[in-house]
């Protein structure tokens, strides 16, 4: 009798062939289907030729062709599609089966999606892949959340298959029960545009202030690739910065500027809003790919003021630095920011959350990955309650020796027209997180005059609050107390 497959998957794109390719060469037998079942056939033949892959026709056969319990791993387009192959497997599934979502779902689908599969007698997983076709082949990053029973029976070949750091230590652990995986995925993809938006800010720095050009700035980044700021972002933006077009002109200069966006950095910045979390840097990195789409309107709006570029008359090599601690500060901000998101969302959604543990996730395979995450997961193991990481002492002390560069950035900038939204909003964040008075009671003041929303006091206990008849004309009734 024929081996039956050890996990099966749906779903043939590139990053699903990958993926298959992967768990293949780690000693599992797959079996695969496609909607188009000719990819099915096509991939069979071909690439995965002479292989322990299984191709299926159908749902029933690639159910037939799975050990029990069953593990069927789907990388589908997120969404509707999601719940269409979920409505066709449980027919051929039986009780104790997992189904594994590995696309970029919405975390709030995915706690949807898991209360349903378990009504049903099944697991369910929701799982994020960071690390993009090369990952999904060499080893990605892996964040599995969802039935906490099904975590014993996929974790052989999910540890097997993801990203591995120095210690051989796994890029992939439990990370909490519904949609937690899917959570922290969101969250990754959101710093993941704060690092890419912060880089962008640093090279347009680089180019309109400085004046350097693709190759020079080529050879920056190549130089701070061997410092704290070593990732794989900075590694592929000097080998973008080296590429040169047919004609030998860096091919850099000849992308149009205007961005796109798959909405997972939109989710970042929502779930932070329902959270009442301040992630202004991801914010921001979201809004400045918008304003990069309305390409023509800029032109015009360009035309129409042709606002005069101040230049810098300071030493280049200082500022060059300077610009890469301004960028090692405003990351560490963005990391600040999602880990404060994410303790939120663990304290609303029951979830126990290892920061440690996710920080190692991120180390290797995804694309996010950096020393620097070495330096949180330390933080986050020695004291695994900490509420900020900006309270660190590893990080207090590092940004306290980056704050002077990081202003004199951001003026720079400010000065000269050059827009740094995500450095900007950064220093702004720890400005505002690190003042022991904020300007909120004179807009405290405001809200209780036009709608009597009420106040404390700084010679009251905490929550007792108080209204002020401040015209002589409203009397004493007060709007219910509430926060927003």
């Known amino acids: 009798m024929a081996k039956k497959a050890d996990i099966g998957l749906i779903g043939l794109a590139v990053m699903g062939e990958n993926l298959v390719m992967n768990m293949e060469s780690k000693g599992f037998t797959v079996a695969v289907y496609n909607r188009t079942v000719s990819k099915v056939d096509d991939f069979v033949s071909g690439r995965a030729k002479g292989k322990n892959i299984i191709g299926c026709h159908s749902i029933q056969e690639l159910a037939d062709n799975l050990e029990r319990p069953r593990k069927v791993l789907m990388l589908v387009k997120a969404g509707q599609p999601v719940d269409d192959f979920i409505e066709l497997l449980l027919p051929v599934l039986e009780p104790g089966d997992v189904i594994i979502d590995s696309g970029n779902s919405h975390f709030p689908d995915t706690i949807r999606r898991c209360q349903y599969v378990e009504s049903k007698g099944l697991l369910y997983i929701g799982t994020g892949i960071s690390g993009g076709e090369e990952g999904a082949l060499k080893g990605p990053s892996m964040m599995p959340g969802g039935s906490e029973a099904a975590w014993p029976l996929v974790k052989p070949i999910f540890q097997a298959v993801c990203a591995k750091v120095e210690d051989g ?22 710093i993941e545009y704060g690092d890419m938006q912060l880089i962008c800010e640093a090279y347009q720095l680089m180019k309109d202030l400085l004046g350097m050009s693709a190759d020079e700035m080529h050879e920056v980044f190549d130089a701070w690739n061997k410092t704290e700021l070593d990732s794989y972002l900075i590694q592929i933006t000097s080998e973008i910065l080296a590429k040169k077009d047919e004609d030998g002109q860096p091919l850099v200069d000849k992308i149009l500027d205007t961005a796109g966006q798959k909405g997972t950095g939109k989710w970042t910045g929502i779930a932070a809003l329902d959270e009442g979390v301040p992630l202004t840097l991801i914010g921001e990195a979201v809004f400045a790919r918008c304003l990069s789409a309305m390409k023509e309107e800029r032109v015009e709006a360009s035309k129409a003021y042709n606002v005069q570029r101040g230049k810098f ?94 202003r004199q950035v951001v003026a720079n900038a400010a000065l000269c027209g050059i827009p740094t939204p995500a450095f900007s909003s950064a220093l702004s964040y720890f400005d505002g997180y690190t003042t022991d008075r904020l300007p ?39 709007a219910s107390t509430y926060n927003a």
């Open 169 to 190: 230590s796994p890029c992939c652990d439990w990370v909490g029960n519904g949609g937690a995986g899917h959570f922290v995925k969101m969250v990754h993809n959101g």
């Open 313 to 406: 008359e300071g030493n280049r090599k200082e500022m060059i630095e300077n610009i890469r601690k301004a960028l090692l500060a405003s990351k560490i901000i963005s990391y600040a920011q999602g880990y404060v998101l994410m303790k939120a969302a663990a304290k609303n959604y029951g979830w126990k959350l290892n920061y440690g543990g996710i920080a190692l996730m991120w180390r290797g395979g995804c694309i996010i990955r950096s020393t620097f995450l070495g330096k949180i997961k330390e933080a986050y193991d020695k004291d695994p309650e900490l509420s900020n990481l900006l309270l660190d002492p590893y990080f207090k002390a590092l940004i306290e020796s980056l704050v002077p560069a990081w």
């Open 440 to 478: 909120a009671n004179l807009l405290q003041g405001q809200r209780d005059y036009f709608g009597a929303h009420t106040y404390e006091r700084v010679d009251a206990p905490r929550g007792q609050f108080f209204h002020t008849n401040w015209t002589g004309e409203g009397g004493s009734t007060s």
